[in-house]
């Protein structure tokens, strides 16, 4: 555990002036050492003096455990080397339970940040359409190997619409105001409806089409027509509307209907067809 520092034989020599001494100083024996130890990755090493004899443990840093079967320590052998030959241990990531562990009904866990189920990964809760989340969105997989899911796992919950009003002489079939729910309006006798029939509640936490209103003397919406469009807004009785075709189309039908007295507009709905310039020939 020692090296000799100096010459191992000395002679006794006589000096010119009488006396003797030795041919040369008393050599040291210093202790072997086997040089600074090699910390790992994501940990530290520990040891007060490196020499024969001694040895340097091995930790991990926060998040981070020995690899199983590792040794924890290693000792300075009397040939000046270390006993794992200065390869540290590997510290590897602590991991958090799989997300089926933390699993949220009409949910799913989304990785944003490192590796997935390690220590400092973060998963992001992702909602399916219609739902919306509550509680704490982002997890993080901490260094005791559990998620920081606080007091309460979070939960998707169904969006609402709120609730759609009867119109005035008329009816709705449906209760329900939730994502996916389905409102049906009809009139009574002698009313006409204007503006959407069937609504349904959409993923965004509005009803589609639009408010719905029974009118009486009414002819309602006039039927639209396919590349072409309708100017005019009188749908009350003896009010008109004007059909027209995009460029390039030309009106089948009657361009003009008006609403009659029995809510209904006059004629049929015309139709626009392509422009053609016929053979060339």
């Not at 069937?198 to 639009?210: D, P, Y």
């Not at 027509?225 to 009350?236: D, F, L, R």
Request: glycine content about 12%.
């Amino acid at each position: 555990g020692y090296r000799l520092v100096g010459h191992s034989m000395a002679i006794c020599t006589r000096h010119p002036q009488g006396y003797h001494l030795w041919s040369e100083a008393i050599p040291l024996c210093q202790a072997l050492s086997c040089g600074l130890p090699e910390a790992p990755k994501n940990g530290l090493v520990f040891g007060k003096e490196y020499t024969v004899g001694t040895k340097a443990v091995y930790s991990c840093s926060e998040g981070y455990h020995l690899q199983a079967g590792a040794e924890a320590a290693a000792e300075c052998l009397d040939t000046g080397l270390w006993s794992n030959h200065n390869v540290p241990p590997q510290c590897i990531p602590v991991t958090c339970p799989d997300v089926s562990s933390i699993s949220v009904e009409h949910g799913r866990w989304r990785l944003i940040f490192e590796t997935q189920y390690q220590f400092q990964a973060q998963l992001m809760l992702i909602c399916d359409p219609g739902y919306y989340y509550t509680g704490q969105r982002v997890i993080r997989c901490q260094a005791n190997g559990k998620w920081s899911l606080g007091d309460s796992t979070p939960t998707c919950r169904i969006i609402s619409c709120g609730e759609l009003p009867v119109p005035p002489n008329g009816h709705r079939i449906g209760t329900l105001s939730v994502y996916g729910a389905t409102a049906i309006f009809s009139c009574n006798s002698g009313y006409t409806l204007v503006g959407s029939r069937v609504r349904e509640c959409m993923a965004n936490g509005l009803w589609s089409g639009s408010e719905v209103r029974c009118l009486a003397g009414h002819c309602g919406t006039p039927e639209p027509i396919v590349n072409g469009h309708i100017n005019g807004e009188n749908y009350s009785y003896r009010g008109s509307v004007v059909y027209q075709c995009n460029a390039g189309f030309r009106l089948i039908g009657m361009s003009v209907r008006i609403c009659q007295q029995d809510h209904h507009w006059s004629g049929k709905t015309p139709f626009c067809v392509p422009i053609t310039c016929g053979h060339p020939g």
